[in-house]
């Protein structure tokens, strides 16, 4: 079945320090991708998608390409805030134009904290 | 505003006990679904709705009921059969046309603590 692999946290760094966050995939087909960010006694809520490969998501500074020759989808920003420290989800969903019907599978999750 | 409310945020049950936790969406979606989240294993898909009237298991449907009698509403109830029920329930819905690009969005989650 379909898989997400996410690097181990918890990641602590320092305000303007390099973020990546690794995620690989096990699926069949051309999934599409997602990170979720879920910010302190919140839900989650999306941060970038792609959904063919070599698409590359961004949004607030974070970006993340989608390589199927590698089945990676690495998260990364060049330079964090304090505001970034959050849980950090790497989720792969059906095909665009598919018809799973939103069914996500998710990663386990990296926390972040980003210290001034 | 437009969004999805989860209530109660924190609830407290005995074993034994079932206990149903509302979700409701102003955003005229019409697919809904429920997450459990525990630490370390990312988010798990219990159930999810489609349409009004059916809906379907999800990954660990074992131990948990929903229905769906309005577009708006999509309860969960906990029911003494979950062997481990102590966890984070999120509940999330999405419009048909963004359905199949599993664009969700999510409620701010209630937190089941099981003594």
């Known amino acids: 079945g379909d898989s997400v692999t996410q690097m181990e946290g918890p990641v602590t760094l320092s305000e303007e320090a390099f973020l990546t966050i690794n995620c690989t995939y096990t699926?069949?087909?051309?999934?599409?991708l997602f990170w979720y960010v879920q910010y302190p006694g919140e839900g989650l809520q999306l941060l970038l998608k792609?959904?063919?490969?070599?698409d590359k998501g961004s949004n607030k500074g974070f970006e993340a390409t989608y390589r199927k020759e590698t089945t990676s989808f690495h998260l990364e920003k060049g330079s964090v805030q304090v505001s970034d420290s959050a849980v950090y989800f790497c989720?792969?969903?059906?095909?665009?134009?598919?018809?799973?019907?939103?069914?996500?599978?998710f990663g386990q999750g990296t926390i972040l904290t980003v210290h001034p | 505003d437009g969004g999805i409310t989860q209530s109660p945020k924190y609830l407290f049950r005995k074993e034994g006990q079932n206990v149903t936790l509302s979700c409701e969406q102003n955003?005229?979606?019409?697919?809904m679904y429920w997450y459990r989240q525990d630490p370390g294993q990312g988010l798990r898909l219990i159930y999810y709705?489609?349409?009004?009237?059916?809906?379907q298991k999800g990954d660990i449907a074992e131990g948990y009921s929903v229905s769906r009698e309005k577009k708006e509403s999509f309860p969960l109830t906990v029911t003494s059969a979950q062997k481990n029920p102590t966890a984070f329930y999120l509940c999330?819905?999405?419009?048909?046309?963004?359905?199949?690009?599993?664009?969700?969005?999510f409620g701010e989650g209630s937190r089941l603590t099981v003594l």
């Open positions: 699926a069949t087909g051309y999934p599409s």
């Open positions: 999330a819905s999405t419009p048909r046309e963004r359905e199949s690009a599993g664009e969700l969005f």
């Open positions: 792609a959904t063919k490969a070599d």
């Open positions: 709705s489609q349409i009004v009237n059916d809906f």
């Open positions: 955003l005229n979606h019409d697919a």
């Open positions: 989720a792969l969903g059906p095909r665009a134009g598919g018809t799973s019907y939103g069914k996500l599978t």
